[in-house]
DNA sequence: TTGAAAGCGCTAACAA
DNA sequence: TTGTTAGCGCTTTCAA
């Protein structure tokens, strides 16, 4: 149905090589003639097939994109960046998403893949060699972004332990008593790929085993917030809750507020990532801005670069900073 | 690189359609055959080339979508609801996003009609009867969500004009003197289609043009929320702002808040979507939901049931309802 | 300046 | 049960 080189070519009198000469305006040909052709196939509205044309050149210009979450705006954020830097690049992107199915993420990557992308950027939920093994057969460029899986894949993210030090080392010197990780398991059919939260707990513990007047605790289950009001309500000391992801913080202060706990009058708390939404919420939420964009901008450029066959290293550290908001 | 049907051919000493039936289990084949091909197979790793695949057979089970922001939640919600139903139905998706640039979005819609996506979903920033004259050019099954672009293409939606209504209605009967729609400009290169925000308005103003005693107003500019603190501040009146979106409301909430303004003593106001994100909002925000779940999944249903050959009728509305929050 | 022919990896119709 | 052949629409090399 849809009109072909060959159409073209019977219609002009000329051979198919010819039409293709006239339409990627390459190797010697008469103006006539090019101009003819490229009038019938315009009229006809010849557009190229780009199934045939990836089969043929081995390669089809897209970048494929593994994300679990789209609702989280980590993610968002992420997928709106990495797609405005590939189309700068010349490069479409493929997004795909499996909500934190580890098998469906295979799965996807191995669609994409089949798919001849020239290039993958993941953030996956599965991990450890096996997976890194898949992933360094499948035999294209590929960049891991978010969740690290293995030292030898290339990796962009932040140095999510130094952010958490910084970030409780603050906590206390703001006359905190006594600190509170929050990171409930994340939902989603397994478990996961924690990376990043496993990172920013141990940034946690390095903090307070070298302080060891802080109390601590660790929240880790689905009913953290009812843990979270139980110790607001009785634990006598002043007491801030450091999040892993903004959305935890949110939670808390939510429900807290619902009995009359307001921070930072009450406890002090303080998130991770500085999600956009944050700007809607008040008070103004202390958290650790993550540079998302400029982590995504850098997957993308690393991307292309082995795709050119450069050789790269194997972890790049976009920079994080404290965001002083009201709620320490 | 990759290992092809013709390496299995080669290796098992047999033509390469015994490797197809071995592989596709299709066809009479000894099993003895079958075995010793499907082995070698495994032991090298084949995998089928997606884009042979997709070239000879004319179709790639692919979902093609296209929407302009990601950030926002209610796309976000509408691209997961999109992923799960599709590939529930046995279809892959490739999500492309253009920022609210026109022109982008053509060339997206392109290209993936170029690599035989087998059907589109669109929630287009493009408009009018030249655009519709494209899409229609393109000879593919295609959705429009949201953004209804033309009585002669396929739609899924709410009754955004009724929802308005319904909702500006309860505005008053709650006892509010004044009504202030609001809907800035938004954003992007181009003004963009704004259907959804052109039929709430309709049904504003059929609500006014009824309730005579009741003044109004059109808030339409970048500057809407100085202009709202002024309304509130000024007016002797008991105000309500109908916003057309969710995020529009959580900017006057978060300003007006600053100047001591509190809804629902000083103000009311309604949004319109019920973004999830709402949750970790106080107070909780009056809105409309609109089943922007049940939206998306009628939408891949009815664009699969086109790519069956199946004649379509050209709107699909699903249900919405007021969500009464605590800001009237 | 133009054309012929081979091939990308797969499917499908027809033969043997 | 297996093989042969043609073809999807394009690119690319070689020849005219």
Redesign the pocket.
Known sequence: M?I???DIAKIC??????V??A??NQ????E???ERILKTAKELG????LL??G???GRTMYIGVVVFDVKNQYFAQMLSAIETEAQKQGYSVNITLHDKNKTKEIELIRKLADYHMDGLILSPVNEGEEFAHFLKNLGIPLVIIGNKVSDTLPFVGIQEKEAAKEAVEKIIKTGYEEVIFVCPPLGGIDEGNIFTHRERLAGFCDVIAANTKISSQILSNYDYIEEAKKIVKDSGKKTAFFCSGDIFALEIMKELKKIGMKTPRDYGIMGFDDIEFLNYITPRLSTIYNSVEEVSRTAVKLLIRQMQGESVSMNYFENYHIIDGETL
């Open positions: 849809s072909t080189t060959n009198q000329v051979s198919r090589t010819t293709l000469r339409l990627n190797g010697r040909i008469s006539e003639t090019k010849y557009r190229p097939d045939a044309r089969l043929v050149k």
